[in-house]
């Protein structure tokens, strides 16, 4: 549709005077390997509103205090069943990013991430998306990955492997697009069908979709498909591989913590709530229940846990492992306080953490 432009992007602190990358097609990312640190301010941090552990109304809430406390940016998750039966929600997103957009201003929200493969068809989250970025106009993103079991396999199709994954999320965001120009379009994919389908209440404008990538070829993939990358480990060589391919920031990334005054009581909390975390490779990928992820905490220690998540009350702990997401090239890195005291960490961010990335 003309005139429609896309924007809700996290290229640029706000308030930056100048050309914005998405206007002229291109940045200069940093190149990642070189031999200088880069400086803290470069970074911006974001909060996780954690769909798995809260209902809608208190992520709602969560977003007003994220905002209020100034983070720049919120990353929301899209289940369908939380990873264990101790979290014990998992609200349909889409309703809630409406409550979210109702209680927020100016911070920019995002999905981390939608699966637009099995569950959702892609039709429906064209519509979903404009919708949800009309209500937030110019600070909403579509973050994509290639999904979990857990979440897809609730309609009954077969489960497919990485790679047809990889094909049919990028056949979705392709169908997404083409969706997003709001004429009738009909398209008979290998994977998705459409007829005659329009999508009518269209955002001024349109927004990004930033990729979810774990290792070098899925960094490539997103840098073809996408125009941002998310990841949830600072993995130099997932970026290296992004930006050579010519992907554009922001590169995303996910730190796990879990802030409390008593270290060991909260490597207790994170164990109950997420100490799935520690299981290796693909198990987060290929367990269809959360019965499952359940006998996978067997597995958990307070030692391992410790290791996996921050916890406790050391700011120094979190500035570290920021820095580690600096030094890899990530340009935005948001925080998941694991368990029920957000308002706690919230305010232990506003005083210690957010200052230094001001």
């Not at 809608?56 to 209020?68: F, I, S, T």
């Not at 927004?207 to 125009?227: D, F, H, M, R, T």
Request: proline letters at 6%; aromatic letters at 10%.
């Amino acid at each position: 549709m003309p005139g429609l432009v896309r924007q809700g992007c996290l290229c640029t602190k706000p308030g930056t005077v100048g050309h914005h990358p998405c206007e002229i097609g291109m940045q200069q990312p940093e190149q990642v390997g070189v031999t200088h640190r880069r400086d803290s301010s470069m970074v911006q941090l974001g909060y996780t509103l954690s769909a798995e552990e809260f209902g809608p109304q208190d992520l709602a809430d969560q977003a007003a205090m994220a905002e209020a406390a100034g983070f720049s940016f919120a990353s929301i998750s899209d289940h369908f069943h939380p990873w264990l039966d101790s979290q014990g929600h998992s609200s349909f997103v889409w309703t809630a990013l409406g409550a979210i957009s109702q209680r927020t201003s100016h911070m920019l929200i995002g999905t981390g991430v939608t699966a637009p493969i099995i569950r959702y068809h892609p039709a429906i989250l064209a519509q979903a998306v404009a919708t949800v970025a009309d209500l937030l106009p110019g600070r909403f993103y579509f973050g994509v990955g290639t999904g979990e079991a857990l979440n897809e396999h609730i309609t009954g199709q077969q489960w497919p492997p990485l790679s047809v994954r990889q094909e049919m999320m990028t056949e979705a965001i392709a169908l997404i697009r083409k969706l997003w120009e709001g004429e009738y379009t009909t398209e008979h994919g290998k994977f998705y069908t459409v007829e005659n389908a329009r999508i009518y209440t269209l955002p001024d404008q349109l927004p990004p979709i930033y990729v979810a990538a774990s290792g070098p070829q899925a960094g490539k993939l997103a840098a073809k498909i996408g125009e941002g990358l998310i990841s949830t480990s600072p993995d130099k060589e997932t970026v290296e591989a992004y930006t050579t391919m010519g992907g554009k920031e922001p590169v995303i990334g996910q730190i796990t913590v879990c802030w409390g005054k008593d270290e060991q009581e909260q490597v207790e909390v994170a164990k109950k709530y997420w100490g799935y975390t520690i299981l290796p490779g693909q198990f987060s990928q290929e367990l269809a229940l959360p019965l499952y992820f359940e006998q996978g905490l067997e597995l958990a220690t307070n030692e391992n846990v410790g290791q996996a998540i921050t916890c406790g009350p050391d700011v120094e702990r979190y500035h570290q492992q920021i820095q580690t997401y600096i030094d890899a090239g990530f340009t935005h890195v948001y925080l998941h306080q694991v368990g029920p005291d957000q308002q706690g960490f919230i305010d232990f961010a506003k005083r210690e953490i957010l200052p230094k990335y001001a």
